[in-house]
């Protein structure tokens, strides 16, 4: 028989058609059973990784790490602040047709307390990157006047000094995020400033002629320069130290009588200030949660701190008997610098008291005035801080377990600067004296550490007058007067014993 070419089973080539029929019966008898195989154990392997699955979901699974908040400074803010102005620059009064000056002031021209209130909003536009635009306006207390008359020229002239009202100032904002909590920024802006003008009155003794001048008040338009650093004390609240200078510019109004004026003035600002922050101030970051601060206010502090000084005096004197003087306002500013000691003590859960003493050094930065008119001129040193010292006490409030808000109060001894002068060509010093008075102020205080804090705080002083400040040809010389003290104070808290 002939093997044709297909697929054919050897063993049923061997068996030839005698058995062909019984055998392929058998085959498909065995592929039934195969398959019934595959299909059983297939079910097998399905119920294998169902029990596996549901055994898997019983284990415990790892959560994933919560983000931990980051500084987002991406908002809107409002707050208040206080501190000190004070004036530089040049006054003139000419007469109408030119000549020599009839009264000139030159130098720093008043200096006293200042309050601002402000309004901006941040944008965050990298990590470490933040832009903004504010508007503020400002108060000042200044008023500074002085008076004199001579019996010797026959002459007396007293006056009211420009000096800085109120103003606003639109402006914008950049800073480097130095930590998350810690913004160092620069400002530029516009600004416009209300001045009180001159108001001078000059009179020759005895009947002659005499005039009176008030000029009105100016309003300037000027440049606004300055830097800061903010400090996030909570999540939604930060304070911040400012300086900023203010160009006023050149102005010249001319008297109803004739008389010419020409004034140039320069403000500058210093401020420490509180903001509200609209919004959260944290935002995801996949970064791992800073731990816990956990600061023990119970116990001993040393600390030391720099900021600026500000002496507004009252000064009365006689010279020789026959000229005699009166200033209120006319005094110094300087950089200056802090130590102090203390111990807090937890009362309650959100109340801390304290006692302290503490030593300021200023630098006095060369503050000069010179005035002249009518034949004579007098050139002198103003007064300012050279060190002082404060004890007293403090309560403080606990907006957080790491943040606290504070007040204060004491007793200060402040020596002042020797002032040295020049009265038409008679020059003289007056002697160094210790000033005594009362001191009141408050600040903020956060730990940055368990162990090391920041504050900032405003102090003013009263200072009694002291008579006995006559030297050389003087007859008589009286003066006392207010302090005004910014401090950004680092400090180191002792572990407990």
């Known amino acids: 028989m002939e093997l044709r070419r297909r697929r054919i089973s050897p063993a049923v080539w061997l068996c030839g058609t005698t058995c062909s029929g019984r055998w392929g019966r058998h085959l498909v008898h065995s592929k039934r059973r195969a398959a019934h195989a595959v299909a059983i154990l297939g079910a097998a392997h399905v119920a294998a990784f169902a029990a596996t699955a549901a055994s898997a979901a019983d284990l415990p699974v790892k959560a994933r790490p919560l983000a931990a908040p980051m500084a987002n400074w991406t908002q809107f803010y409002v707050g208040g602040g206080l501190g000190f102005d004070f004036m530089t620059g040049r006054s003139r009064l000419t007469p109408a047709g030119g000549g020599a000056d009839l ?4 130098g720093l021209q008043g200096a006293d307390l200042g309050l601002s209130a402000f309004a901006g909003f941040d944008i965050q536009v990298a990590p470490r990157v933040v832009v903004g635009g504010f508007v503020d306006y400002d108060w000042s207390r200044q008023r500074t006047t002085v008076s004199a008359s001579s019996t010797f020229f026959g002459q007396s002239l007293s006056a009211a000094l420009p000096s800085l009202d109120q103003g606003w100032t639109i402006g914008g904002r950049a800073g480097f995020l130095a930590t998350p909590d810690i913004l160092l920024y620069g400002l530029a802006g516009y600004s416009e400033m209300r ?17 009176t001048a008030q000029e009105p008040a100016l309003t300037s338009h000027g440049y606004t ?8 004390l909570a999540s939604n609240v930060s304070l911040r130290g400012e300086y900023r200078y203010v160009a006023l510019g050149q102005h010249t109004t001319v008297d109803p009588l004739g008389a010419v004026w020409t004034t140039d003035l320069s403000q500058h600002v210093v401020r420490i200030g509180a ?3 609209f919004g959260q101030f944290g935002g995801p970051a996949p970064t791992s949660a800073a731990p816990a601060l956990k600061p023990v206010w119970t116990g001993v502090y040393v600390g030391a701190g720099i900021g600026g000084d500000v002496i507004t005096p009252h000064i ?4 020789a008997g026959v000229f005699d003087f009166n200033a209120s306002g006319l005094g110094g500013a300087d950089v200056g610098g802090t130590f102090t000691i203390g111990y807090d003590r937890q009362v309650a859960p959100k109340w801390v008291l304290g006692a302290f003493g503490l030593i300021d050094a200023g630098t ?3 503050a000069k005035v010179k005035a002249s008119g009518g034949g004579f001129e007098v050139s002198s040193d103003l007064a300012a801080v050279k060190w002082g010292w404060t ?14 808000v504070y007040l204060l109060g004491g007793y200060s001894g402040t020596t002042a600067q020797s002032i040295s002068y020049n009265f038409i060509g008679l020059p003289g010093t007056a002697p160094t004296r210790e000033y005594h008075g009362a001191t009141f102020g408050g600040g903020f205080e956060r730990f940055l550490t368990d162990s090391i804090s920041a504050r900032a705080e405003y102090r003013l002083t009263h200072l009694g007058a002291r008579d006995d400040l006559a030297s050389d040809f003087m007859t008589s010389l009286s003066a006392g007067g207010t302090v005004h003290t910014l401090r950004g104070v680092l400090a180191y808290h002792l572990p407990a014993p």
């Open 316 to 319: 009365a004197g006689s010279f």
């Open 103 to 106: 009264f000139a002031l030159d």
């Open 195 to 211: 001045i009180n003008n001159w108001n001078l009155n000059y009179a020759v003794l005895g009947g002659g002629p005499s005039f």
């Open 364 to 366: 006095n930065g060369g």
């Open 225 to 232: 320069v300055g830097a800061g650093a903010e400090y996030r």
């Open 275 to 277: 903001a509200y922050r």
């Open 391 to 404: 004890v007293g006490g403090r309560v403080g409030y606990l907006v957080s377990p790491e943040t606290m």
